[in-house]
Structures are given as C-alpha cells and as structure tokens.
C-alpha cells in the first residue's frame, strides 16, 4: 500500500518559537486594534476637556471680559479652536459672549456650580464692587454679613460720602435680634430652627428700642417674610437706622443680608423709603451673581 508523503507544515502553521513570543511582546503591533483606537479617542476627549478647562479659567481672570484673539494667544491654541470650544462652553451656559464687545464672561452657571461651596473670599470678591455702587448712590455705609450661629458677622463693608460714617470694621460680629441684617436672617430660619433660637438665645437689650420680647420679634420677624425688608430704627446703636433685605443662592435660599445704615438724623422715615428701592436693587444684582434666577421669596 503506497504512503503517502507527509506534507510539510506551513510556515503559518508552526507554533512560535519561545524567543519569538518574547520579542512580539516587546514590538507593539502595526495592525489596528479596537482598544487602541478607543484609547485614542479618549485621549483626544481628554485634550479637549483640558483645553476648555484653560479657556474658562483665563476668562475667570478677566472679570473685565476678554476677547477671542487675547484668549487665544493665553491659552495657547489657534483662534479657530478656541472659538469652536468657546461657543460650545456658550451654548452651555458656561460662557457669556458680549453682543456689543463680543468679550467672553464666565456665565452664572458656574456660579451656580460654586455655590455650595462657595467661600467667604469669592462671597466678598462678589459683594463689594456692588456694595461701592450701593454707597455712591445712597452715601452711606454699605454692609454683607452672613449668618454665624446665633449672630450675624459683616463680611465685606464700603463707606458712603455722607459724613459721620459708621467705623464698624469687617469681621465684627452683630446680634440678630436687634441688627437689620439678623432680622432678615432670623427670618429665612425654618420655624423650628426659630423656636429653638428664641429657647436658647437672651433677648439682650443694646439701646432702649431693642426688641427684648420674643412675641413682639416674631411678629416682626412674620412681617419682613411678607415683605423681605427689615429695619433697625436705633435698637442696636441709638444714633444709628439700617435697612437691610436678603441676598439668595441658586437654591433659592437666603445665603446672606445686604443693607446701609446711617445716622438717625440723616437717614430719615422717607430716605429709608427711598434708599430701600437701592438696597433691594444691589441686593438682587448679588443674587444673580450668586447664581440665584428670579426674585426668590422667603418660604
């Protein structure tokens, strides 16, 4: 019976030499792979997300705005491609593009993002450019405080032209009870956050027009909800009236009080009226730095 000849292996067909397996594990291959092309991709996603990072952080130094042909040559990428990622950070809500100046802003979104965590700095950053314009047009001192346990402390402070400016310096700390700024934090407390301040809290006379009965106070305290205006008529300093309003997050909800305050003899019954109208101007123009949308309203 005839054999027949045993047919040679192909060179496919051998199984791979020990040292050969060594060495492809050590050249990468020249064939496309899926994972590669994936890896690839997400680096580029990856580049992308930085180079839009870069661009909202230069704008975030330029509170003045910036152009696209600056931010460009900041960031380091072509106008091409910083303007195809700054219009889709627009789009977003991220950026703000100026009509006239075409300028690029950090949009309110962000500001939203921060408002959790918001820090006193950016709190004071943010307050006191509004707080000089609030000075200029009323001539008095301007205030942001912020609650601090059971009291209020005044975080960022202008002077007005008026004389006899008020000397309280930033980080004094104030009495809610008969301060026109912790009145209106008093009242953004829920009602069980209020009944156990008045359980805990003395009621301490500072003049002779301090509110010294809890009922009294939360009658007052019922009515600058309705209102979401408050006023010390020289219960915390004899000499001295304020007005003050809430300043709200993008929650919605009170994170601070911005008011004036002013000698009793300038500050009279109808200049409170008509310097309330400013103080609830600037303090909505806060509220909408600190991401608020809309005229929120105590609950």
């Given amino acids: 019976m005839p054999v027949k000849p045993r047919a040679k292996p192909k060179t496919s067909d051998k199984p791979a030499s020990p040292r050969k397996i060594s060495i492809a594990k050590l050249m990468p291959s020249t064939e496309p792979n899926i994972d590669d092309e994936a890896e690839e991709r997400a680096r580029g996603g990856v580049q992308s997300l930085g ?18 042909a600056d931010l460009s040559k900041l960031v380091g990428l072509h106008n091409s491609t910083t303007f195809h990622l700054a219009k889709t950070l627009v789009s977003l809500g991220y950026l703000r593009q100026e009509r006239d100046s075409k300028r690029y802003r950090v949009g309110r979104p962000l500001f939203a993002l921060a408002a959790s965590a918001l820090d006193e700095i950016e709190m004071v950053n943010l307050a006191t450019p509004i707080l000089e314009d609030l000075s200029r047009e009323t001539g008095e001192s301007g205030h942001f405080a912020v609650r601090m346990g059971d009291s209020v402390v005044v975080i960022a402070r202008t002077s007005g032209a008026g004389a006899f400016q008020l000397t309280d310096r930033v980080g004094v700390v104030r009495p809610a009870h008969c301060t026109a700024l912790g009145k209106i934090m008093l009242a953004s407390l829920r009602p069980d956050q209020l009944k156990r301040f008045l359980e805990r809290v003395e009621l ?42 809430p300043v709200y997050h993008f929650t919605g909800e009170v994170i601070g009080a911005l008011g004036i305050s002013g000698p009793i003899w300038r500050m009279t019954d109808q200049a409170v009226q008509s310097r309330a109208k400013l103080v609830q101007s600037a303090a909505s123009r806060l509220s909408i730095e600190f991401g608020a949308r809309g005229l929120a309203k105590f609950s």
């Fill in 51 to 68: 180079r839009a990072f870069s661009i909202l952080e230069e704008v975030a130094r330029h509170r003045e705005g910036i152009g696209l």
């Fill in 204 to 245: 301490k006379p500072s003049t002779k027009k301090s509110i010294t009965d809890p009922a009294v106070l939360l009658r007052e305290i019922a009515e600058i909800r309705r209102s979401a205006i408050a006023f010390d008529d020289g219960e915390f300093n004899a000499e001295v009236r304020c007005v003050a309003v």
